[in-house]
């Protein structure tokens, strides 16, 4: 039996569903499990949306996004826990033991370090998001698909091939998003709101993580020191987009962000142009992602966080 059909057996034969996805969700791991979520729910099931703190309000705009971690305690009479977009359990945090606790998981990725650590893994390494591979699912198991579904997965295939600018943004992309219009998708809908509601103190961050930034040797740097944040009275969303912004610098492909969350913990953002893949930089951290875009969470200062993300990509690009 191939890897679908196991999955949509498991979506048809079970009535309940927790489904998880990694922290810092970005709009591919947000559209995963509410696209995936909405279908089950017309088609009858119990769904539960279960995602660690904190859960980006960017998206909020999506169906059933107010559904998402309520009564999450509550997961001891649900079948079945799944999995979108996180290439393994570690990226859930204290989640993770909910999840394993489940006598049957599905591992729904794109990621090509995934770990296959579930009951059954559908894997797809050249899909353009999880999303993607979601639509696929809910295709070939004849589950519903409408215009909401259709919104909450194209969202997620926007933003995880930077709206169509990385690599990632194969025929395959443009196929899938084609369909999710025929299904009801709104394009400009989905990227105004996403795209266009920055707030003033986002706007002040990016202001000065450019102000800061620093090329060299074809590296783009900055950072965001956490009394940044608490000076423009931000939050941590706020900060998201900014490396983006960045990755438009003409003279550099690894473009890195990095951000204090805490005291002695910084978060670091790679961006990858032309040949670079910031996927192996972001490994070598234990964080991950994809060749274009990667990140990792590092426990230092910042000085140190710094010099060591960019003694390592010297040393890779004289490889």
Not at 138 to 149: Q, S, T
Request: charged share 25%; aromatic share 8%; with cysteine.
């Amino acid at each position: 039996m191939k890897k679908i059909d196991e999955v949509c057996k498991i979506l048809i034969d079970y009535k309940s569903f927790a489904l998880f996805t990694h922290i810092n969700a970005d709009g591919d791991a947000i559209g995963s499990i509410l696209g995936l979520g909405m279908s089950l729910e017309i088609a009858g099931k119990k769904v539960k949306y279960v995602v660690p703190e904190p859960v980006p309000v960017k998206f909020n705009f999506l169906k059933n996004f107010q559904l998402i971690n309520k009564d999450a305690e509550k997961l001891s009479n649900i079948e079945v826990g799944i999995l979108l977009d996180a290439a393994d359990t570690n990226r859930i945090d204290e989640l993770r033991s909910h999840l394993e606790g489940f006598g049957v998981t599905v591992n729904i990725d794109h990621h090509l370090t995934n770990g296959h650590f579930a009951t059954v893994n559908f894997v797809d390494g050249n899909a353009p998001s999880t999303t993607a591979i979601v639509l696929e699912i809910l295709e070939h198991a004849h589950l519903p698909i409408n215009a909401d579904i259709s919104n909450a997965l194209f969202a997620g295939l926007l933003t995880d091939t930077g709206s169509f600018h990385y690599p990632n943004a194969n025929r395959d992309a443009f196929l899938y998003g084609a369909k999710l219009l025929d299904y009801g998708a709104d394009p400009a809908f989905i990227a105004n709101k996403i795209f266009e509601m920055d707030t003033m103190p986002h706007q002040k961050l990016l202001g000065l993580a450019l102000l800061r930034m620093e090329v060299t040797d074809r590296i783009a740097y900055s950072y965001i020191m956490r009394k940044d944040i608490e000076e423009f009275n931000a939050s941590d969303e706020d900060t998201e987009g900014i490396i983006d912004v960045m990755r438009k610098i003409r003279d550099a492909e690894y473009i890195v962000l990095f951000k204090e969350t805490r005291k002695r913990e910084v978060r670091v953002s790679l961006r990858g142009k032309n040949s670079a893949d910031v996927r192996i930089i972001a490994e070598q951290f234990g964080g991950g992602g994809h060749r274009a875009a990667a990140g990792c969470t590092i426990g230092e200062q910042m000085q140190e966080a710094i010099n060591e993300v960019l003694s390592l990509i010297k040393e890779i690009r004289k490889e």
